[in-house]
């Protein structure tokens, strides 16, 4: 009976003890699951802006080696449009008044016009050595640029549709400079005024214009000029530069001249006007040059 109890109370202990595993088995298995932390791209309060590193966004550095970015062709800097209907003439040897001193007087003045946007260019230099040249530019109604020098460039530039130009010449005191004065302009009808010059005859070093400038298209070099009430003997011609040195022969006795002078295109030409008579002393000459 004692042996038969005995082995009750065994069976009864290992009952006891499986139903405690399998109670432990079911509460482990039932409680939370595994703690998943949050990837930076999917945390509340996340930043949009680009990451660096690994990040799926594009760098916005420059490539490094071995990127699979494509590179564009670079765009090709556009080249300068050439300015149009760019006209050079050149008043050669001419002598100025000083500012002061025996060869005291005006300065040389040159009038013209620009049609349409550009530069322009306004250049001496001295052809004997002979002092030096106060030379200003100016559009008209603004304020002159000027310099003092044997040989000087002055550059102008303008957006509008017709700009008038003013540029002076005047010896730097006491000098009465000898030099080439040369004017650069864009205008499909180029024109120049000179106004002050001098046209006193053979007995002074002053004595008329000289000038020189090629003929964009074929049409006339118009020569317009006036010396006062005084009829003086006057040569006036303009030739092709490549015409051999000669003498002058008068064109007349005026105290004004009007000509025209046929002229072809890509041509260069020479143009004198020179009191042929010893004249009186100073006489002023106003000057107008047009050409096609």
Known sequence: MNNRRRTIAIALALILALLGVLASAVVLNSGPGPTVLPSPTTAAG?????????????SSGPSGPGSSTPTGSPSPTPSPTPQANLSTITFTSMRL??????????????????????????????????GRTIICMKRVGGSNVCRTSTAATLTGTTTLTKTSWIMTAIGSGTDSPTLDISLTFGTAHPSVTLTNGRFDGTAFPYDGATFRLTAPTSGTIAVTATWGAHPFDYALLVEPASTPPHGLTSAGNAPGVTAAFPAVAGTAYNGTLANLEVGFGTTSLTLTVSWP
């Open 97 to 130: 008044d000083a500012q002061k001193g025996s060869a005291a007087g005006a300065a040389r003045t040159f009038a013209f016009q620009t049609e349409g946007p550009g530069s322009v260019v306004a250049a001496i230099k001295s052809t004997i050595t002979s």
């Open 46 to 58: 996340a930043s949009n802006q680009p990451s660096g590193g690994g990040s799926n966004q594009p």
